[in-house]
């Protein structure tokens, strides 16, 4: 089986991206910056101070990392003035701008705004929402894009036979951002994942549209009409991506199971032997995802975000330094 993170992270290497890190405060961040900046992934900006670093990872060197502190950086009101450009309309006003722009999260995302780095991580001790808002705020989405959404690269232990996952990585989706899409936002979804998939994660994507129906055989019309929301999730996006290896609706044995598929769904080109995993709504994927990395010691990288104009992606809160350097080895390659 092929080491999928130390490809991902050779990729970045060769990138040399600079990418800021939002919370200095936080010594898994401060241990990660040096980490990355010691084996040349990428180059980082972290938002902080050399005093605050010292007192929170004191045996942490910090060499070659720029500390950036957004209370005193000369760039904070021009930082300031981009905010209140992109809100105005919203009814900011320029006192309020620069109060906001202060605040880490925000500076890193006018930091990305502006061109000044290549792309941002930052949740490690902040929530997702506050994490994404700033992305929202003034990133925005890529031209074309309806749907902000994220997926996890989840990578098998090594040294561990995988038979329901040969290639040993796969993607989830979405398990972090939207609470309950509909099905044009799920065909986005899939459409997104399939790219990141491809892109990132180095595997062509066999995408499964999830339930807890196999092409029909439940039904829950009477109540929340999710399967029906699947069957529409899935036309939707074949109708968007018609090349991509792409089906369902599938329960998770008929997705990568082969006898299952096989029995379940015969003519299907997709089912036993998907890699890349849609679910229904957040609970489902959220809760897979834990499921893998906790009963299958698999490693989840992300949450990674897709659709924004430029790459921002948010750490879980239970995330370690490894899920870090990851997370920005990922962020370095979608910039490229």
Do not use: W
């Not at 490809?7 to 991206?17: F, G, N, R, V």
């Not at 906001?100 to 490690?124: E, I, P, W």
């Not at 994490?131 to 690269?153: D, E, N, W, Y």
């Not at 029906?228 to 996006?237: D, F, G, N, S, V």
Request: aromatic share 6%.
């Amino acid at each position: 089986m092929k080491n999928v993170l130390e490809e991902i992270k050779l990729k970045a290497k060769s990138l040399k991206k600079t990418i800021v890190l939002c919370e200095g405060e936080d010594k898994r961040v401060i241990e990660a910056a040096a980490t990355i900046t010691k084996e040349g992934i990428a180059k980082i900006v972290l938002i902080g101070n050399e005093e605050e670093c010292k007192r929170v990872a004191p045996d942490v060197d910090i060499t070659g990392i720029t500390l950036v502190d957004p209370l005193t950086s000369d760039k904070l009101s021009t930082y300031a003035e981009i905010l209140y450009q992109e809100r105005k309309a919203k009814g900011m006003t320029e006192e309020e701008a620069l109060k906001q722009a202060k605040d880490r999260t925000m500076f890193g995302a006018l930091m990305l705004k502006a061109g000044d780095v290549d792309g941002y991580v930052s949740g490690a001790c902040h929530s997702t929402a506050n994490t994404l808002r700033p992305g929202l705020q003034v990133v925005k989405t890529a031209p074309g894009i309806k749907t902000v959404s994220s997926c996890f690269i989840m990578i098998a232990p090594e040294g561990v036979e995988h038979t329901y996952n040969p290639d040993g990585v796969a993607v989830f989706a979405d398990c972090a951002i939207n609470i309950e899409p509909d099905a044009q936002q799920l065909a986005d979804i899939a459409v997104s994942s399939a790219k990141t998939a491809k892109a990132i994660a180095g595997i062509e994507p066999r995408v499964a549209m999830l339930s807890f129906s196999t092409k029909g055989s439940g039904n829950d019309d009477k109540f929340f009409k999710s399967v029906p929301k699947m069957q529409e999730a899935t036309a939707i996006a074949k109708a968007m991506a018609p090349d991509l290896a792409l089906d369902g609706e599938f329960q998770f044995d008929a997705a990568v199971a082969p006898e299952v598929g096989l029995l379940k769904a015969p003519d299907s080109s997709v089912a036993g032997k998907a890699n890349v995993f849609v679910f229904p709504n957040i609970n489902a994927g959220n809760i897979g995802y834990k499921i893998a990395q906790r009963f299958g010691n698999y490693m989840a990288i992300g949450p990674i975000c897709q659709g924004f104009a430029r790459p921002l992606n948010d750490l879980s809160r239970g995330c370690n330094v490894e899920d870090i350097i990851a997370t920005v080895a990922v962020t370095a390659l979608q910039a490229e």
